[in-house]
């Protein structure tokens, strides 16, 4: 179709549908972006999905969750029973997989019965129909009406009226739906002609003449359909009796292998312990010691365990511990990143590097009580073995339970422009440069209709899924262009909102490359090096200064080269302020030159109000860090780290302007509190607001400073060993080896 989910959503509530189906071709693409979009407008939602069959489409209608889950596995049955575009349908099989849980359609314009009765005639169709009773159930098949106003259709619904009175089936009235308004029709006649990779000219009888597949009230369906008396409230009940709402068919993880004794809880709480008894020393005894690193280690340990376990997620630590440990026994190069170095818990269990205690990181940036949905951890791992832990995946979970997430590609400029060319008659070649000005105006304005449609489907680089049930009964599985290789019909997003616990395994090029220069130098130099324990050299940081960085992780571009002699890193924490400050937003958001000024003592290091120095002190009062702006709202108006977590989304990229009008209160109430009000708690707001759309999370900045402390330590330290590992990397980094 040539609308988005969105789109139809919005206008069925507008028009006062009672509900609506959304039914994709071979598989359920925009089902969880259809579920979303409805819920926001109160729209009781059906599921289905348009099966190429021998001889024409049939269209299922899941009835409730677990008509879902058969008819998720039937899709994926043909997806894999066929090739990458080319699924393999019949009804026999279909019907073994969904009888007496799905309602059978007999379809639109393609359908088989249709096809029949067009191409052969009324035996033909009804032998079709009878076929179709025989594999999914006589009370399972509906005869599906609808209306274009093509002179044909009135002489078509007879027909099929006649065919269902004599099989004793029921009708209902469809307007088997293309795109949510008329104005759209142009766009479905193109989407159809790139479907088929062919111009609008060698299909053109085949389309609809009218812009009438479009969205329509009860009450134009009631003066469509009114020789048929009945067909449109049976069609109203039925939808009522089978919408349901997608949340109900969210999976969970499958149990975790636990030891015996154990359940994930106790199990995580006895690798948690012996890991921070390595990191931190034995647990104090009660109010033996306060302030000491260990003493603040075991609290925030005890206070991340009692969130965890209060939220259930045991089970997902436990996997990902379980990949990390697979990682190590078998010599790959791994680390944990994202908001997951925010936490204690990780560093103790070994999936993180950094000591979120030390570093004073907020857990609640990683996970908090009013969180939805699991937390996110990322692994890096050395991009020449990265294939191996997905097959461990596999294997540990089988490949009914886990899978890999798509990516979706959509339409942007060049391939929009190149595919509205094609559709209209015009003969891009391949490989060469689109100028938008040498096309007609009416491919320019097509191709901007095509923006942001889907295209086709790829898979994540990295994202798995896994799950307590077949995965294929929550997602449809299909192959992918790669050998032997299946992927989802759904992106990482759509598989968070419908409950999909993901977890993102990453291929990272340094990590190939210190791997490779390790082994290099236990080689040639007899000793093995340990990254875990490198010492903090002035030597290496000296060399920093002086942007010697070609090959240096993350800090070897010419915007970063230009940077480091005039930030002088001198410590660890300089590398995590430099991997944040190069970056759009820093730049964008004028943070570069001030804390550069501040830095080189040329300007003086100030704060809006005194309040702030503990959020912003570690910048010189520069705000660089999302964990900071959690922080400012913690110390200026008394905010939880909950709340602080909940008012950093609110102000990020996904805001929500209902949650930041209910929270801009509770800060300002908070400011006022704390004596802050007029200009100053004005000004503070509007930078929290301005820098949450920009700042770069601390934990990854931490994460990524430690390969890049790494890197430079075995550049300096050898050189030629270092400059072959990471030619024995390629491709990898910002310059080219030549």
């Known amino acids: 179709g040539a609308a988005h989910p969105e789109e139809l959503a919005e206008v069925a509530a507008a028009l006062g549908l009672s509900a609506l189906a959304i039914t994709d071709r071979n598989g359920l693409y925009g089902v969880v972006r259809f579920a979303e979009a409805a819920r926001a407008v109160n729209l009781p939602t059906i599921f289905g999905v348009e099966l190429d069959c021998p001889g024409g489409d049939i269209v299922l209608l899941a009835r409730g969750p677990s008509g879902y889950a058969r008819m998720a596995r039937a899709i994926s049955e043909g997806q894999l029973a066929g090739s990458k575009g080319a699924p393999v349908f019949s009804f026999p099989t279909v019907g073994e997989t969904v009888r007496d849980h799905c309602i059978v359609l007999t379809g639109g314009r393609t359908s088989a019965v249709v096809q029949a009765l067009v191409q052969h005639g009324p035996a033909e169709a009804e032998r079709i129909l009878r076929s179709l009773v025989e594999h999914f159930g006589q009370r399972n098949v509906l005869v599906e009406l609808w209306d274009h106003g093509d002179p044909i259709d009135a002489v078509r619904n007879d027909q099929l ?27 479905a006649t193109a989407l159809a002609a790139v479907r088929n990779r062919c111009g609008l000219d060698s299909i053109d009888h085949l389309l609809p003449a009218a812009a009438t597949a479009y969205l329509r009230s009860g009450a134009e369906q009631q003066r469509r359909f009114a020789r048929y008396p009945g067909v449109v409230e049976r069609t109203a009940t039925l939808a009522q009796e089978i919408a349901f709402d997608l949340s109900l068919v969210a999976p969970q993880l499958p149990p975790f292998p636990c030891p015996d004794g154990h359940t994930e809880m106790s199990y995580l709480r006895h690798l948690v312990a012996r890991g921070a008894q390595h990191r931190y020393g034995e647990k104090p005894a009660e109010s033996s010691e306060d302030l000491s690193l260990r003493a603040r280690a075991w609290r925030t340990i005890d206070h991340e365990l009692e969130i965890i376990e209060t939220l259930g997620f045991a089970g997902y630590f436990l996997v990902v511990w379980d990949i990390v440990q697979f990682c190590n026994d078998n010599d790959i190069f791994c680390q944990g990143r994202g908001s997951a170095a925010n936490s204690a818990v990780c560093f103790s269990l070994g999936i993180t590097r950094a000591d979120a205690v030390s570093l004073g990181l907020l857990f609640e940036r990683f996970l908090s009580p009013e969180r939805d949905g699991p937390p996110d951890i990322d692994i890096d791992i050395e991009s020449g073995r990265r294939e191996e832990v997905i097959q461990y995946v596999f294997q ?44 007609p ?39 992918a262009t790669m050998q032997q290789r299946s992927v989802l019909q759904w992106d990482k997003d759509d598989c968070a909102a419908a409950g999909l616990v993901k977890f993102d395994l990453l291929g990272l090029g340094m990590l190939s490359a210190l791997h490779n220069a390790v082994d290099l130098i236990e080689l040639h130099r007899g000793e093995p090096l340990d990254l875990a324990g490198l010492p903090q050299e002035d030597e290496v940081y ?146 929290m607001e301005a820098f949450a759309s920009y700042g770069f999370p601390e934990s990854h900045s931490v994460s990524f400073a430690y390969l890049v402390y790494a890197s430079a330590y075995i550049k300096y330290h050898e050189p030629a060993i270092f400059c072959a590992a990471l030619l024995n990397a390629q491709p990898m980094g910002f310059w080219s080896p030549h």
């Not at 929009?416 to 060319?421: G, I, V, W």
């Not at 304005?445 to 994540?460: D, K, M």
């Not at 010697?548 to 993350?554: A, E, L, M, S, W």
């Open 441 to 479: 105006d009416n491919v320019q304005a097509l191709a901007v209709q095509l923006l942001h449609h889907p295209r086709h489907l790829g898979v994540h680089s990295g994202g798995m899924v896994i799950c307590d049930r077949p995965v294929s009964e929550v997602c449809p599985v299909e192959w």
């Open 161 to 187: 009226v006649q065919l269902a009175a004599m099989l004793d089936l029921e009708c209902v009235a469809s307007n088997n739906v293309m795109y949510a308004v008329p104005a759209q029709h142009r766009l």
């Open 542 to 687: 000296a060399m920093l200064c002086r942007a010697d960085t070609v090959g240096v992780f993350q800090i070897e571009s010419r915007a970063q080269m230009a940077t480091l002699p005039r930030l002088k890193p001198r410590r660890f924490y300089d590398l995590v302020v430099e991997v944040a400050l190069i970056r759009p937003g820093p730049i964008q958001g004028g943070s570069v030159h001030p804390y550069i000024r501040r830095r080189n003592g040329q300007e003086p290091i100030t704060y809006l109000h005194p309040l702030l120095e503990k959020s912003l002190g570690k910048t010189l009062g520069v705000p660089l860090f999302q964990e900071q702006l959690m922080q400012m709202a913690i110390d200026v108006a008394g905010f939880t780290p909950s709340e602080a977590d909940q008012l950093r989304q609110a102000m990020g990229s996904k805001r929500s302007q209902a949650k930041m009008e209910k929270l801009r209160e509770r800060l300002f109430q908070g400011m006022k509190e704390r004596g802050i009000v007029g200009e100053i708690a004005d000004t503070i707001f509007r930078k």
């Open 396 to 439: 540990r979970y089988d490949r009914l339970h886990a899978a890999q997430v798509a990516n979706v590609i959509t339409y942007r400029s060049r391939s929009a422009l190149r595919d509205a060319a094609k559709a209209l008659g015009h003969h891009i070649p391949q490989g060469e440069k689109v100028d938008p000005e040498d096309l």
